[in-house]
């Protein structure tokens, strides 16, 4: 049995619709105790025994909005050890060995430290989190509206992810790696804005902001303080050039070329206006 956090998020959707295809039974975890799926709340260790009883295979993703690892999660890898959890495959991210800021670091460690079997899939930024994150200013502003400066990022779509997690979730020979997951180009946000504006058919710009200017404008939009620390750590290491690695990993585990982003904003084109 696999049992899948983060569900209704963009990788998550993408790994249960993979999953559904493959007939492979699989269990959604919830944080609502009313729901028709599992109750399963990372702000409430009580939870976690009885959702991962009967578990072996976890796919483990970190709330946007929780950074104490060791708060959370150190729990959590505890008990899914003591209820037999086989393998976890964590969502971790690129670069993550180099930045101790983020709190995906801590997360690998005390899955590495537990001796349960793990995968960590450690993806560049999602292009979906263009619409996701900063759709309002894309739409609204015309403009993308991040601190990375020049740097460039090796974008990927959260439909590989998805199709990559669920080979990984149901086959056997992935377990104590890591994957480094990108697409085959690294654009900085200026060529970014360029693709969008030709597949959009309007002007879309890239605003450089300093640290602070993105910070004030991300909390005057509601943001909690904790997840804009989190997003200005991933743009950092874009912006010291630490997310424009391209690697053949997910080439390799899909076995095809991963998708563009020309192609991703052509699909999403009516989500980005």
């Given at each position: 049995?696999?049992?899948?956090?983060?569900?209704?998020?963009n990788?998550?959707?993408?790994?249960?619709?993979?999953?559904?295809?493959?007939?492979?039974?699989?269990?959604?975890?919830?944080?609502?105790?009313?729901?028709?799926?599992?109750?399963?709340?990372?702000?409430?260790?009580?939870?976690?025994?009885p959702?991962?009883?009967?578990?072996?295979?976890?796919?483990?993703?970190r709330?946007?909005?929780?950074?104490?690892?060791?708060?959370?999660?150190?729990?959590?890898?505890?008990?899914?050890?003591?209820?037999?959890?086989?393998?976890i495959?964590?969502?971790?991210?690129?670069?993550?060995?180099?930045?101790?800021?983020?709190?995906?670091?801590?997360?690998?460690?005390?899955?590495?430290?537990?001796?349960?079997?793990?995968?960590?899939?450690?993806?560049?930024?999602?292009?979906?989190?263009?619409?996701?994150?900063?759709?309002?200013?894309?739409?609204?502003?015309?403009?993308i509206?991040?601190?990375?400066?020049?740097?460039?990022?090796?974008?990927?779509?959260?439909?590989?992810?998805?199709?990559?997690?669920?080979?990984?979730?149901?086959?056997n020979?992935?377990?104590?790696?890591?994957?480094?997951?990108?697409?085959?180009?690294?654009?900085?946000?200026?060529?970014?804005?360029?693709?969008?504006?030709?597949?959009?058919?309007?002007t879309?710009?890239?605003?450089?902001?300093?640290v602070?200017?993105?910070?004030?404008?991300?909390?005057?939009?509601g943001?909690?303080?904790e997840?804009?620390?989190?997003?200005?750590?991933?743009?950092?290491?874009?912006?010291?050039?630490?997310?424009?690695?391209?690697?053949?990993?997910?080439?390799?585990?899909?076995?095809?070329r991963?998708?563009t982003?020309?192609?991703?904003?052509?699909?999403?084109k009516?989500?980005l206006?």
């Amino acid at each position: 049995m696999i049992l899948i956090t983060g569900a209704t998020g963009n990788v998550g959707r993408e790994v249960v619709n993979e999953l559904r295809k493959s007939e492979t039974p699989f269990k959604i975890a919830s944080h609502r105790k009313d729901s028709e799926y599992v109750y399963f709340d990372f702000e409430n260790a009580d939870s976690f025994r009885p959702a991962l009883t009967g578990v072996k295979k976890l796919f483990l993703l970190r709330p946007p909005h929780i950074a104490d690892a060791k708060k959370y999660f150190q729990p959590l890898i505890d008990i899914a050890k003591e209820v037999g959890v086989e393998h976890i495959v964590f969502l971790s991210l690129l670069g993550v060995e180099k930045n101790p800021i983020v709190p995906h670091h801590k997360i690998e460690k005390i899955i590495k430290k537990s001796g349960i079997p793990y995968t960590f899939l450690r993806p560049s930024f999602f292009m979906q989190n263009l619409i996701s994150q900063h759709g309002e200013e894309l739409r609204k502003e015309k403009e993308i509206y991040v601190p990375a400066g020049k740097g460039k990022t090796s974008f990927i779509d959260v439909r590989d992810i998805g199709t990559v997690t669920a080979r990984i979730l149901t086959e056997n020979g992935h377990e104590n790696k890591g994957y480094s997951l990108t697409g085959t180009e690294a654009l900085d946000y200026y060529e970014v804005a360029e693709i969008l504006s030709e597949e959009l058919g309007e002007t879309i710009k890239y605003v450089n902001p300093s640290v602070l200017q993105f910070r004030d404008k991300m909390l005057k939009k509601g943001i909690k303080k904790e997840f804009v620390t989190v997003m200005i750590g991933i743009y950092f290491t874009a912006k010291i050039g630490l997310a424009k690695k391209i690697t053949p990993d997910l080439q390799i585990l899909l076995g095809k070329r991963p998708i563009t982003f020309k192609e991703f904003a052509h699909d999403y084109k009516y989500e980005l206006v």
